[in-house]
């Protein structure tokens, strides 16, 4: 008889470890594939293995990269919270601060479009020189 007992509790555990290995395995496919859609903030970073998320304010309700045993909701609410950041600048955002990064990425931006304007502006000559040459 308690063999019997044994063997199907037994069994019941495993169907329930089963189980929660498949929802750990989802949510880490969730997760990885939300980095990859995402990227880094910060830099063209797309690379699932070297992004990250970091928690906007210190309200970490939990380390995402845990594959803790939480809801699919905790899971999303926690996401909500972070902004996916290469391991490089999610060092620098924490040695060097947030406002740093902002600036490096209004730099970013203001050389991305000098260099449309500029681009423009040569394509706009050339088409010139051709057409009037």
């Known amino acids: ?5 044994t063997m199907i509790l037994g069994t ?4 329930y470890t089963e ?3 498949r929802k750990r395995h989802r949510i880490k496919e969730f997760l990885t594939d939300y980095k990859k859609r ?6 063209s970073e ?3 293995l070297c992004l990250t998320f970091h928690h906007r304010e210190n309200n970490k309700a939990f380390w995402l990269g ?11 609410e926690e996401v909500k919270k972070c902004e996916v950041v290469c391991e490089n600048c999610h060092k620098k955002i924490n040695v060097y601060g947030e406002k740093y990064m ?6 970013k931006d203001i050389v991305w ?4 304007y500029v681009g423009i502006i040569l394509l706009n000559i050339l088409l010139i020189y051709k057409i009037g040459g």
């Open 1 to 5: 008889m308690i063999n019997l007992i």
């Open 102 to 107: 902002k600036k490096k990425l209004l730099i």
């Open 113 to 116: 479009f000098v260099a449309l």
């Open 38 to 43: 995402k990227g880094c903030k910060y830099c």
């Open 12 to 15: 019941l555990m495993n169907k």
């Open 46 to 48: 797309k690379d699932a």
């Open 66 to 76: 845990a594959g803790s045993n939480v809801s699919w909701k905790k899971v999303k």
């Open 19 to 21: 189980k929660r290995k």
